[in-house]
């Protein structure tokens, strides 16, 4: 392994955003979060991304409040994103405002939409969305008063991208999309990339139970002496400027992962991963019966 050196990307908004963080979709026990967390922080961790949709930021934030009551962090040393959807007839400042109280912080480093989309009703007659220019104005409002440093974007495809840029007062600095080497959506990484909306790569290592059985990545996670997650990771922070955030519930895997960051890839290496695209994505409409059958990343 050699050692990867670049840590950090700084955004567009002059924001200076860790390339490597914690995800935290699915947990939902309070101590299993402290722990987690704290060891996260003690390996190196410093970004963590959550969502209201999570429902477990007040877990984060009673984690986040006692570990900061220890003395051996602060709120400025860690870089917090969260996520919520579009809902129609929702005050967007008062949920940010219960999020922050949830979390015990008095601002969110990055505020994302977490999906262009709210599910409608079964019969798909019925929408409950804003659409995204009053959603994004009201984003805007919240970042006017301090509560969200920066505001970002989550599963906006290109055209979506480029339809808000049109109108908005405050660009969006990050979007947040499924990346892995089965879904590696090239040529729209370097559009986002080129617009400075840098690419957060949620699912990294994709289904890993399907990734492990996989020989071609199995084979060079053997030839690197590593493991077939820090391969997956390494594959995306070796493009450079596309941000990770792999979940895990297990403590014991955080420095694994971390570590990731130290692997680096021969050419030949990540030209044979490159060839493994095939577009396929783990969050979609058979996946996740939330989309209501809704073709939203056609």
Not at 28 to 46: F, P
Not at 189 to 209: G, N, Q
Request: with cysteine.
């Amino acid at each position: 392994m050699s050692i990867n050196s670049k840590t950090s990307i700084f955004l567009s908004n002059g924001q200076q955003i860790p390339i490597f963080g914690l995800g935290t979709f699915k947990t939902q026990n309070e101590s299993e979060m402290t722990n987690l967390i704290s060891t996260a922080l003690d390996v190196g961790y410093r970004l963590i991304d959550t969502a209201k949709f999570y429902e477990n930021e007040h877990l984060i934030g009673n984690s986040l409040k006692t570990i900061f009551s220890e003395g051996k962090y602060k709120r400025e040393d860690i870089f917090i994103i969260t996520k919520l959807f579009p809902f129609k007839g929702q005050s967007t400042l008062d949920v940010v405002k219960q999020q922050l109280k949830d979390l015990h912080v008095d601002y969110i480093d990055l505020l994302l939409i977490h999906f262009p989309f709210v599910p409608p009703s079964d019969d798909l007659q019925q929408w409950y969305q804003k659409p995204i220019y009053q959603q994004w104005a009201e984003f805007e409002e919240v970042h006017s008063l301090g509560l969200a440093k920066g505001l970002g974007i989550s599963n906006f495809n290109c055209q979506m991208v480029i339809d808000l840029l049109q109108y908005c007062k405050v660009r969006p600095v990050v979007n947040e999309i499924e990346l892995h080497i089965f879904n590696q959506q090239t040529r729209f990484i370097e559009f986002l990339k080129k617009i400075k909306v840098y690419p957060i790569a949620y699912s990294p290592m994709a289904k890993y139970t399907e990734v492990v059985k996989n020989e071609t990545v199995t084979k060079i996670a053997q030839k690197n002496n590593a493991s077939v997650a820090q391969v997956m990771i390494a594959f995306l922070l070796q493009q450079e400027d596309i941000i990770v955030i792999p979940k895990t519930e297990k403590s014991e895997r955080l420095q694994q992962n971390f570590d990731a960051q130290k692997l680096k890839l021969c050419e030949e290496d990540m030209q044979i991963l490159k060839n493994l695209n095939i577009n396929k994505r783990i969050v979609n409409v058979d996946t996740a019966p939330l989309f209501k059958g809704v073709p939203i990343f056609d």
